[in-house]
């Protein structure tokens, strides 16, 4: 059944093309225009964007043609999030009419919106019974009875599809579940050692970056296609105590970590690993194509701890004036006194605990899959988190004049 979801997700991809006005392309799951917004639906969660910055958009798959107000109404339901409302307005048309295919296929994308895949599988049996040959009823069977957990029914019905109508969609479909049917992928890690072996830690260190990657693969809805190399320096000593944590790793695609004079990972170096994990994450979720501040933030959120920790250091800065605007750092820190990347680096923590007070994970998942459909950063803020850079900037840096100052040391 996890399988099965998995595959009609990722499947559903790329039902439309949006096209923008500067020539970036977006293949989405479907969608929608909203007053002023294009609303569009991709890996399970939906994104907005201004009408004004889209050039064109195609619709594969479109519905079969209809006027009644109530399978119009529905469908937009279905896509809202509100498949219950759907059942109901659709088993109203049906009632009205019951030979229309148009409602039936809608009822059957609205039980499976809601899980119930045995009422959706009746309801294309139905579907079909009408046109034995509609390809729409014979993909939406399909969709059922892969959700049912039926893999080869479901093959066979999406190739008796393909050959009524060519579909993309359909035919990505039928690749999923091959690629799915295929055996798993090897190792996540790669873990080698510069200097001597040290077996145990290896595998305490192969532990602790296994369940960090099941974790960041939940909450970040992907993980990097290829095994992740992390090289354990055995002959560079690990300083367990030494400020700042950034500076304890290195992730230039591969992981290298100092661990000389460690039996077994310490606090402090599960942090480290998990600081560099999230990097990886990032970088693979995005293509590469993210604002060093954002990635920095994250990894460090992602690393553990409280992700407000730097907010009190960083508010009399914030009183002053005297941050570092965010659009200055896209690019590398490594050109920064030393002095202005330990506030660059707490900035960025502290911009992502914003955007996770304001728009919670969900915000930060958005703002990552805009930038992994090549987005440039002034464009992906206002498409995740309906923000601005400026407005970003100063929704942040108020919170911050607001934050306590740390207490003095004593």
């Not at 008796?160 to 109508?165: D, T």
């Not at 992740?228 to 000593?237: G, H, M, S, W």
């Not at 304001?358 to 987005?375: C, F, I, Q, T, Y």
Request: charged fraction near 25%.
């Amino acid at each position: 059944m996890a399988l099965a979801a998995a595959i009609l997700a990722a499947a559903g991809a790329a039902a439309d093309t949006i096209t923008l006005t500067n020539g970036r392309v977006i293949e989405v799951d479907r969608t929608w225009v909203q007053g002023t917004q294009l609303l569009y639906e991709k890996n399970g969660a939906t994104f907005g964007l201004p009408r004004s910055l889209v050039q064109s958009i195609e619709q594969r798959g479109a519905p079969e043609p209809t006027t009644d107000p109530d399978i119009l109404r529905a469908r937009q339901q279905v896509q809202t999030g509100d498949a219950g409302e759907a059942v109901r307005l659709l088993h109203a048309a049906l009632a009205r009419t019951p030979s229309s295919v148009a409602a039936l296929h809608a009822l059957a994308q609205a039980y499976l919106k809601l899980g119930d895949a045995r009422s959706a599988r009746d309801t294309a049996d139905r579907a079909l019974r009408l046109d034995d040959r509609n390809p729409a009823s014979l993909a939406l069977r399909a969709d059922a009875l892969l959700a049912l957990g039926d893999r080869l029914g479901a093959e066979g019905e999406y190739r008796k599809s393909l050959q009524l109508h060519r579909d993309p969609e359909i035919q990505r479909k039928l690749e999923a579940i091959a690629a799915a049917a295929t055996p798993s992928r090897g190792a996540l890690f790669r873990v080698r050692y510069d200097g001597g072996i040290n077996e145990p830690l290896g595998m305490a260190v192969l532990k602790s970056l296994t369940e960090a990657h099941s974790e960041y693969s939940r909450r970040l809805g992907g993980s990097p296609d290829e095994p992740i190399t992390i090289v354990l320096q055995t002959e560079a000593r690990f300083q367990d105590g030494r400020p700042p944590l950034w500076a304890d790793g290195i992730n230039d695609g591969t992981v290298r970590v100092p661990v000389q004079g460690l039996d077994a990972p310490t606090p402090r170096l599960v942090r480290v690993l998990r600081h560099e994990l999230a990097h990886s994450f990032v970088a693979a979720r995005t293509a590469g194509n993210c604002p060093t501040w954002l990635h920095e933030g994250i990894a460090q959120w992602l690393e553990g701890g409280d992700p407000a920790r730097e907010d009190g250091i960083l508010a009399p800065a914030a009183r002053e004036g005297r941050l570092l605007p965010l659009l200055t750092l896209e690019a590398p820190f490594q050109g920064l006194s030393e002095s202005d990347a330990s506030l660059a680096y707490a900035e960025s923590l502290s911009a992502v605990a914003h955007v996770l007070r304001r728009s919670g994970e969900a915000g930060v998942v958005r703002l990552l899959s805009a930038l992994g459909d090549r987005m440039p950063s002034e464009e992906a803020l206002p498409v995740a988190l309906a923000l601005s850079y400026p407005e970003l900037q100063k929704s942040w840096s108020d919170s911050l004049r607001t934050a306590s100052s740390p207490a003095p040391a004593r």
